[in-house]
């Protein structure tokens, strides 16, 4: 059975960090892209980082140079880190995986954790 958990979501202020981490169970990362989505209330689901086996990686242009998404295999554990963070960045922001062609439509998801970010 596959398990992502959440964790590290919170509230912050306009320029401030956080970082995101997801535990995984039933799957590992060093075979799987890992990703992570988010959603604004009102607002469609966006995927905003993704890694792929190999370490490769992607970011919506939203978030290039300010979020970078990484790995750790023998933890597996994927971990968000949110830089420069402002208002339009809050929202549940959920971790997922699946296998390399499935990325971007992942069958695998955590539970979500809340970002807040205040102006």
């Known amino acids: 059975q596959v398990q992502l958990v959440e964790s590290g979501g919170g509230s912050v202020q306009a320029g401030g960090s956080l970082r995101l981490s997801c535990v995984a169970s039933g799957l590992s990362y060093s075979n799987r892209c890992g990703a992570w989505f988010r959603q604004a209330p009102g607002k469609e689901r966006e995927g905003v980082a993704f890694i792929w086996s190999d370490s490769s990686n992607s970011y919506a242009d939203s978030v290039k140079g300010r979020f970078t998404i990484s790995k750790y295999n023998s933890k597996n554990t994927l971990y968000l880190q949110m830089n420069s963070l402002k208002p339009e960045d809050t929202a549940m922001y959920y971790c997922?995986?699946?296998?390399?062609?499935?990325?971007?439509?992942?069958?695998?998801w955590g539970q979500g954790t809340q970002v807040t970010v205040s102006s």
């Open positions: 997922a995986a699946d296998w390399w062609s499935r990325c971007r439509e992942p069958n695998y």
